[in-house]
């Protein structure tokens, strides 16, 4: 018997203001919930000012059925570096990480494994910088970082900033493959594919797509990005 796919969402949440410029984590939490999705990495979760108190309240997010992984800092802060990641029941964490990103900008990436129907799982969540050569040598401290762990199947979900068709990224991650890119910004008319995912080859993208269902096209100036996943067999065994 098949399992059923698993499904993975990354969305930048631009502090839960919309491009009508209100605040409204009640509206960023319905666009979240429409994903369907067993785990959503989330950037700018947070507010940008010290203590960096979460944008979107960690009791509206639980009231949803929604378990945090523990990424936050002392002062209420969802996430690190603004990343946050939300998985739903039937996802149980075995490890969290934070890993430190080089650049001008303050930059992070978050590590979670899982235990998930599909098997065990790597998300790394991330947002990375404004510059090309910054965004590089993120990749590559965040590559460090992961060949010094135990293999799992991985997958890189988050806001990579990056305008192009994604070669550059390609070149600088040797772990995963990145999906084909649709345009996810900006929400009204996107024409640039800055939210993207990328999958190790043990894992396969059953579909994928942009959510445009509203009020996404409101919420953030970032579309919601998913994929749908399935592991592939182990050579050897069927």
Known sequence: MTAAPFRIATYNLQKCVGLDLRRRP?????VIN???ADVVVLQEADKRMAPRPAALPHDMVEEEGWHILPFGQPGGSLGWHGNAMLVRAGVRTLQTAHIELPGLEPRGAIRADLDTPIGALRVIGLHLGLVRRYRLLQLGAINRALRQLPPMPTVFAGDFNEWGKGAALDAAVKLVRFLPASASYPAPRPVAPLDRIALSPDLLALSSGVHRGRPAHIASDHLPVW?????LPQK???
């Open 26 to 30: 009640d509206r960023t939490l319905r």
């Open 34 to 36: 429409a994903l369907a």
């Open 227 to 231: 994929a749908d996943l399935a592991t």
């Open 236 to 238: 050897g065994r069927e």
